[in-house]
């Protein structure tokens, strides 16, 4: 199943869409056997909770290597570059030229050290070096697929449609409950069917919670950018972004020293109200006057 026009207005609307049943059934089975030979364990486990766990699973990873973009295998290269994900990533763009940016399989368990309820939060701050603007040129889209069924106790991703949000400059990127309860109290749980999807954007507001249950939740994080901007995309300086370190340089660094990470230069028709509003905000200290147009 792909993206039909429903999915393409919800998406546009709110922010993010959930397709259930993307994968064919094939597509699924295909990419559950690579997984076994990656994670050994945790398809079983996840599907039987009340089963031995897999070997090392509250251990940290040494090398996220064996499970990131190029995969061993097919399946699962054939779907991080899965044709209606590109399909639907350049009509979010309007039609502009993609790169992929992001590819890395993802699990965990209750009791895992990934297992955690996290804050309300944008990905932006490692995904670009500047600020997502609301237009559509400059839009990142994000998919998380799932490859085990997501019931309610199994650590559903969390949603909250951009409508309760609407035209703000979206500084801070992340919110605890007391700070902003409305982005928790509206929240959507991604409760799905293995093989299916949730695509959602730079500016969604969003968050994994914990499990309330025993139980495993194997997913797929991929993402697309345009192309043409030098600052966006995770592999790269923007991975940086989350640290404070990274926000200090940043606002200290001369002009010629940030377009040499591929921030964007003063002149750049990127540059506008809200983008000069946004890249103030994260970066406070910023000198902004060179960028004003």
């Known amino acids: 199943m792909g993206f039909n026009e429903n999915h393409v207005q919800h998406y546009r609307e709110h922010g993010y869409v959930i397709v259930e049943n993307f994968l064919s059934a094939d597509e699924l089975s295909r990419a559950r056997e690579e997984i076994e030979t990656f994670v050994p364990g945790w398809l079983d486990y996840a599907a039987n909770p009340t089963g031995q766990r897999p070997t090392g699973w509250d251990q940290p990873q040494r090398s996220r290597r064996a499970v990131r973009f190029p995969f061993r295998g097919k399946q699962l290269n054939a779907i991080t570059l899965h044709p209606e994900l590109r399909r ?17 399989l993802t699990y965990k368990c209750m009791g895992h050290y990934g297992d955690v309820d996290q804050p309300m939060h944008l990905d932006y701050v490692n995904h670009t070096l500047a600020y997502p603007p609301n237009q559509p040129k400059y839009w990142q889209t994000a998919f998380l697929v799932y490859y085990t069924d997501v019931a309610a106790h199994e650590a559903p991703t969390a949603v909250c449609s951009w409508q309760h949000y609407k035209n703000e400059i979206l500084w801070p990127a992340m919110y605890q409950p007391e700070q902003r309860p409305q982005l928790y109290d509206n929240e959507v749980k991604v409760t799905v069917p293995a093989g299916s999807l949730l695509a959602y954007s730079m500016r969604t507001f969003h968050r994994g919670t ?3 249950a025993e139980g495993a939740r194997v997913g797929h994080f991929i993402s697309y950018a345009p192309k043409g901007p030098k600052w966006l995309g995770i592999v790269g300086w923007p991975e940086q972004g989350v640290h404070k370190s990274f ?34 905000a994260r970066f406070p200290n910023m000198d902004m006057r060179p960028y004003k147009y």
């Not at 639907?88 to 890395?104: N, P, Y």
């Open 88 to 104: 639907f990533a350049s009509l979010m763009s309007g039609g502009e030229a993609l790169f992929c940016e992001q590819s890395d």
């Open 210 to 212: 914990a499990f309330q």
């Open 247 to 280: 926000t200090a340089w940043m606002e200290q660094a001369t002009l010629e020293e940030r377009e040499l990470i591929g921030f964007p230069a003063p002149g750049d028709e990127y540059w506008s109200d809200e983008t000069l509003a946004g890249v103030s």
